[in-house]
């Protein structure tokens, strides 16, 4: 008899081809899954999850909710296979669902946070070349963590400088264009890659082994340089900490796009559609969130309100 830890592996790969992210998620089921295991327990319950609850550790309801919604998905996929298992119900943890503010980074933090990931040590210094390029990228772009780590080699196209996002969100892919001082900085980074590696990888971003940086990896390198420069406390034990997150990176890019629009006198309404698209955003109403959720666009919007059809729409 298969363990819900073989049966995960299955399900990983069945999302995965049709093109979801699932490196969260992953690290998430799988304790689940070995704490099933551990536990002798053949089937998904309800009874299991609360006994996992009771003994994976302190989170509050809002988490825990979030990681009910992950094992009832898999727990979804399961029952099709054997009917034995059980879907929890929906409304086994109460939680709500908190957009968290974006953190607005100033240009000079940006810069800063770039050139002392430029600093990270390893043995050939392809760390800091791999992380300072990255995170640049996702400043200028506005991309996913997750797309960004995602590119191969061939996604990013040098001679008509433009990227390609193969498995975005929900599997969507769409075409960046990106600026000629970004092309340059890719196309050294590249330069450097191949010198260093002898070789050109699948992937765009690569480690000192040629792999692909985890999406988990960049996290936490993010977390270091963000720490060195007064962003986030210093923690023991090579903590990430709490602080600004490398995803308000892609809030940023949002944000002060929106603000020169106001400020040049553009309609946002006619923009925003395109400004979803670049970021690949499912809806539009997804793109108007900045809006609501950053002071200064609330007040330009508000100032531009009596002439333009966007005052409706707050």
């Known amino acids: 008899m298969k363990t819900l830890d073989s049966h995960f592996d299955d399900y990983l790969r069945t999302r995965r081809i049709l093109g979801y992210d699932l490196a969260f998620t992953e690290r998430v089921l799988r304790k689940f899954t070995a704490f099933a295991d551990d536990s002798g327990a053949d089937r998904i319950t309800g009874d299991l999850f609360l006994q996992w609850k009771t003994n994976y550790g302190s989170a509050n309801n809002n988490t825990w909710s979030t990681r009910l919604g992950m094992v009832r998905g898999f727990a979804g996929w399961l029952q099709g296979i054997d009917p034995r298992h059980e879907v929890p119900p929906a409304g086994l943890i109460v939680g709500k669902l908190v ?35 990255l995170f640049g990228l996702i400043a200028v772009t506005g991309l996913r963590v997750s797309e960004a780590v995602g590119l191969n080699d061939g996604d990013v196209d ?32 590249r330069m450097e890659c191949e010198r260093l590696l002898g070789q050109t990888p699948a992937s765009f971003f690569r480690l000192e082994g040629g792999q692909r940086p985890s999406d988990c990896t960049i996290r936490y390198n993010f977390a270091c340089v963000c720490q060195r420069i007064g962003l986030r406390d210093r923690q023991a034990y090579n903590r990430h900490g709490r ?3 490398i995803h308000d990176l892609r809030h940023t890019f949002a944000v002060r796009t929106i603000i020169d629009w106001y400020r040049n006198g553009l309609d946002a309404d006619r923009q925003m559609a395109k400004l979803s698209t670049y970021l690949g955003h499912s809806s539009p109403e997804h793109t108007y969130w900045y809006i609501e959720a950053v002071p200064e666009l609330m007040r330009l919007a508000a100032d531009r309100a009596p002439r333009s059809s966007f005052g409706g729409r707050t």
């Open 99 to 133: 957009r968290a503010r974006p953190y607005i980074y100033a240009p000079d933090q940006i810069a800063e946070i770039v050139a002392e990931a430029e600093r990270l040590t390893s043995d050939y210094g392809l760390r800091g070349k791999t992380c300072s390029t």
């Open 158 to 189: 040098l001679e008509d400088a433009v990227v390609t996002v193969h498995r975005g969100k929900n599997g969507r892919s769409r075409f960046v264009p990106i600026k000629a001082c970004t092309l340059e900085r890719l196309a050294a980074y």
């Open 243 to 245: 602080g600004p997150r």
